[in-house]
């Protein structure tokens, strides 16, 4: 699956078509993607310096399987990073989400005790797979400081809805809201902790492996079909252009890997995490972008009506990129170099 020579070490020896076959399955119930994501916890190092390589191939190769898998499995690795990085004891066979989005109107509130717990109180939007899930990391404002905290979603005042969930992308990865009343959550870190640490950037570039992952899945559709057809020069026109546009956004990837490995040495640059996640996330979202509507408009109507697979993996990694802000995002990158730099020109 690697092509890029800028991936690190911790890269080169992962196993990703066995990740494919054992991990991507379409059509898996939740249940079994959790399983899935059980086992490649034990088997995958957590993201630090040392292991990045290894923790994005893992995560695209999941992806590349199947994008509901990897929509799945990306959040409870991470979650296990975080509580890693705290120091905080993992629950025997528990699984993870992390609840960290905002939304207009919503609040959650958590009063903080003297034994280190918290009380949740109000609403926390986009609540991905909380009614299957054992346990979730969330955020949560506490007066003017924003915590993390590590909940047991199967208490009560905990009321995950489902049903706001209409979406026909991840149709069986619910991500509604979560009302919580009075329910009991331990701190994790300092207040502020989880936004500040290089980790929190990492991790959106894990986000991003997926959505690489998943399109190296749809170019894969288009090889095939040039392959069957190969006196048509439109197919081997947008298979070229689907070749450029998979690779830049694996050069990008490569590159995050390869300065989060070298971060953990004594003579490590300087990086700013900020920036340069949120630069791979843009850069990956636009090449993903471009490869789903090249195909989408190449291969035609037939495989998006009669074949499951394709049709879910056109759907599912539409609405998965949306994590990224689109313009939005782009103008946090504005705003970062105006006011600290971080380009060579």
């Known amino acids: 699956m690697l092509r890029s020579s800028a991936w690190p070490p911790s890269a080169r020896h992962v196993d990703t078509a066995g990740i494919e076959e054992t991990a991507g399955r379409p059509g898996s119930s939740p249940a079994d993607r959790l399983t899935a994501a059980r086992t490649l916890a034990a088997t995958t190092p957590l993201l630090s310096a040392g292991t990045a390589g290894g923790f994005l191939t893992t995560l695209a190769a999941v992806a590349a399987g199947d994008v509901a898998t990897a929509r799945t499995v990306e959040p409870h690795l991470d979650a296990l990073g975080i509580l890693q990085q705290a120091d905080v004891p993992v629950p025997a066979d528990s699984t993870w989400g992390v609840f960290a989005a905002e939304g207009p109107g919503l609040r959650l509130e958590a009063a903080l005790q003297d034994d280190g717990t918290a009380l949740l109180t109000g609403t926390k939007p986009w609540c991905s ?72 950037a990492w991790g959106g570039i894990g986000v991003a492996a997926c959505w690489w992952g998943g399109a190296v899945g749809l170019g894969r559709v288009l090889r095939a079909l040039a392959a069957a057809h ?116």
């Not at 490590?268 to 850069?283: G, I, K, M």
Request: hydrophobic share 45%; proline share 6%; charged share 25%.
């Open 129 to 200: 797979l909380a009614s299957t899930l054992s346990h979730a990391l969330v955020t949560a404002h506490a007066g003017d400081d924003r915590v993390l905290v590590a909940v047991d979603l199967r208490q009560d005042g905990v009321t995950a809805h489902d049903e706001a969930w209409v979406a026909r992308g991840m149709p069986d990865v619910p991500s509604g809201p979560v009302d919580f009343d009075g329910a009991t959550a331990r701190l994790v870190g300092a207040p502020g902790w989880y936004l500040r640490r290089p980790g929190f």
């Open 230 to 345: 190969p006196q048509s020069e439109l197919l081997q026109a947008a298979l070229g252009a689907t070749v450029l546009d998979l690779a830049d956004a694996e050069d990008a990837l490569a590159d995050a890997a390869a300065r989060i490995d070298r971060s953990g040495e004594p003579d490590a640059a300087e990086v700013d995490w900020p920036l340069l996640a949120q630069t791979v996330r843009s850069r990956v979202r636009r090449a993903v972008d471009a490869v789903r509507e090249r195909v989408v408009a190449t291969v035609g109507p037939a495989p998006l009506t009669s074949d499951p697979a394709v049709a879910a993996r056109v759907a599912d990694l539409e609405l998965y990129v949306l994590q990224d802000h689109g313009a939005r995002d782009l103008a946090r990158i504005g705003r970062i170099v105006t006011e600290r730099g971080g380009v060579a020109w």
